[in-house]
């Protein structure tokens, strides 16, 4: 939890839950940008994904130093690191990221260390369906380095660059993890990709959800033979039988 003492609040009703803002005075002109961002998001991924399944969500924003991390994610709670964020723009996209956390992380969990394409992946996909108009993945980059892949653990990856490769963490785990989502959307279409996100959210709703899960609710949803696609995509399941 956070503490501060000088915190003020601020508290929106969003769709039935309850919104509130954490803030110290320095912060209190990002506070606008917040509750709005909550105001779109919470319907949004509803309608995407499923019910937000609490009355409450806290955004706490702080002062974690300007080379940390833009946010953190906890049920129910997320935090916004102010001073690293650039512009208004900056903190909508942290807290769509955040708050996508709270379907993939917060309700469905998963690994975070052994499969965390399962939350940031997924989490970075949708705070770009939130914030881009119409998305474009050209720019990320192409695997270059064959140990890693989509569904490597958090502990293969080094961060540092290899040679022509792309080793880094969230050149993989967010960037390519979110193409991926994106490359599944175009391949079966609007309507059967997000019956397959609804089914997935509904059945692996508070349980933990694997890489198998994922790709077994997308495959009955869809009703194709997905193999090619994940083995291409570098998500692979370990062979458990
Ligand atoms: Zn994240």
Redesign the pocket.
Known sequence: MVFNRDFNQNVGMVDGIQVNVFYADEDKDDVEAMLATANYVLPLFKDLFGEYPWDELDIISLDMGKESDLGM?YPQLIMVNTPAHSSVEAIYQTVE??TA?QWFYGAVGNDQYAEPWL??SF?TYASYVAFYETLDFSWVRKFGNKNYHLTSPVSTFTDREDEGGMGKYSDVIYDFGAKTLHDLHEKVGDELFYKGMKTYYRKMKFRVATTADFIRIMEEATNQDLTDFFREHRVFVEETM
Request: hydrophobic fraction near 0%; aromatic fraction near 0%; avoid cysteine.
């Open positions: 994610e990221h955040e956390h939350d940031e989490s």
